[in-house]
């Protein structure tokens, strides 16, 4: 990737690291949680920060929501609110 989609700058890089990101909010137990994916790789725009997320780091994503939906559905269903 060599030019950024939302701004048109050229100065997108590679990034690795940690990854975080809020999940939906169907899927959230608390206000303003995050997630976060230890080792992952990305691509980030040094202009504008919009990021580009390749397809193994959306497959974990989703693979965490997976998860959290799973966890969600084990819970009993609150009906005090
Ligand atoms: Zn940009």
Request: glycine share 6%.
């Amino acid at each position: 990737m060599k030019q950024c989609y939302t701004c048109g700058g050229s100065r997108v890089t590679k990034r690795t690291g940690g990854f975080s990101f809020e999940p939906p909010k169907n899927l959230s137990l608390k206000e303003n949680d995050v997630w976060v994916v230890p080792s992952a790789e990305w691509f980030e725009c040094e202009d504008c920060g919009a990021q580009y997320i390749p397809y193994a780091l959306s497959r974990t994503l989703e693979d965490m929501a997976d998860v959290r939906r799973r966890h969600l559905a084990t819970l009993p269903t609150d009906k005090e609110n």
